[in-house]
Structure formats: C-alpha cells, structure tokens
C-alpha cells in the first residue's frame, strides 16, 4: 500500500473521534434574526394593485420619476384566474421574496390584519395592520404597520399605501 492508501486508512480511523468532538459534525442552524435593515423594493412600473411605501418614500414619491418607484411591499394579482390570486412582495436583506396570502379579517381594534409567508426558507412572514384612511373612486389610502417576521426575530415599520380594484 502507498502513502496515499496510507494516509486515507489513518483519516478513516480518526473519523469516528473527530465526530464526536465536533459532536454531530454539521453545523448548527444560524438562528435568524429580523432583517437589518428596511430594504426596498425598486419596480417601475409596478403593475401591483396595492403599493405600500414608509412614510419618507411616500413623501419623495414622485409618479413621473422612476427612481423615487421604492416599496415597502407590493401585493400583486393574478387577473387572468377565474379565482384571481394575491402574492405579496418584500425585500429582506437584499432579495425579494414572493409571498403567498394567509388570511386576512378585523382584529380587536377593526384594523384589518393580512398575514403573509413565504414558500422559501429561511422562512419569512410579513403581518400588515392596516386601517383606511381614503377613500376615491379608483383607490382606498390605508395606514399601518408592517411586521417582519423572520426566525424569532420581528421588526415593525409603519407604511402608507393605496389598493385599487
């Protein structure tokens, strides 16, 4: 037997040590916080049928200016569907992650509370809280907050936006 054979027969017969001192040998599972920080979502034109922007990119929301186009989340519909679906969209950590729609009805407080998860992992659920504010033929103006939630980490940032249809 050469070197080689001989080096691998000695990394065999240590493999079952060098298991149990590293115990299982896979690395434990990072536990996942709420996002660093709010990132936004760049989409122009958004063909959503609700945009929900933070009260700062609401206020330097300019609609004939594509740069200032940064959501906080964005619920698009599926309108060829007889039964049309809703999926949501957040950034989180710089990827944007397509969300699917839970459930939704009034909580304590009549606010209407819309709970969202993702298909992927690392897990990621996004509650929004959100109370009408307006109303016009075209559009309902809502206010709330938006919760992230993400492992045992949560982060809560208020939102504006507006839904059509």
């Known amino acids: 037997m050469g070197r080689i054979g001989l080096a691998v027969l000695a990394l065999l017969a240590c493999a079952p040590a060098l298991a149990q001192e590293g115990g299982s040998g896979a690395e434990p599972a990072p536990q996942l916080g709420p996002p660093a920080a709010q990132d936004t979502i760049f989409w122009y034109p958004a063909p959503s049928r ?42 989180v950590d710089g990827v944007l992650r ?28 996004v509650n929004m809280t959100m109370r009408e504010t307006g109303r016009t033929a075209e559009a309902v103006s809502l206010a709330g907050t938006m919760t992230l939630i993400r492992g045992e980490g949560r982060k809560e940032i208020a939102v504006e936006g507006n839904c059509t249809g």
């Open 50 to 91: 609700c945009t929900y922007f933070t009260p700062e990119a609401r206020a330097a929301f300019r609609f004939d200016d594509p740069q200032t186009w940064r959501f906080a989340f964005l619920v698009m519909r599926e309108t060829k569907a007889e039964n049309p679906a809703e999926r949501g969209y957040v950034m």
């Open 98 to 125: 397509e969300l699917e729609k839970v459930r939704s009805g009034a909580d304590g407080a009549q606010a209407n509370v819309t709970v969202w998860r993702s298909a992927g992992e690392p897990r990621v659920n």
